[in-house]
């Protein structure tokens, strides 16, 4: 199997599993490789650390999530595996530069003038 297909199949399976506790031992028990190996190889083959490439994708979901108003934003932080709210929050705010709330909020804004403009 080509680098491609391995790291294509792994970001997949970690996608699947993104609600679960993803823990490196697990994720190199998986591929079939030393956690060290799996880390050097992931960073060199996408760019970005294997830690850092799970917490974005555990935000993108939980975006998506709130925009679509899945439940509450603690339900959501507490779904990607958050160990609290607060965290989430301080994450989610690095990341997208604005809250969890302004964001579901802004968006909801924006999608109303997208609505507004679309029918006119």
């Known amino acids: 199997m080509n680098n491609s297909c391995f790291f294509a199949d792994l970001i997949m ?8 506790r993803l823990f ?11 956690k060290w190996h799996l880390q ?30 899945e439940g509450t934003i603690t339900d959501v932080a507490m779904k990607y595996g958050f160990d609290s709210l607060q965290d989430f929050t ?13 964001f579901r909020k802004k968006e909801k804004t924006l999608a109303r003038c997208y609505d507004i403009q679309k029918n006119q």
């Open 13 to 20: 399976w970690i996608e699947s599993n993104i609600t679960e």
């Open 24 to 34: 490196l031992d697990d994720i190199a028990k998986k591929s079939g490789y030393s």
């Open 40 to 69: 050097r190889l992931f960073k060199n083959h996408t760019g970005v650390s294997l830690g850092s490439f799970i917490k974005l994708k555990k935000l993108e979901f939980a975006s998506n999530e709130i925009l679509r108003k």
């Open 90 to 102: 301080r994450c989610f705010t690095r990341h997208y530069g604005l809250s969890p709330s302004k």
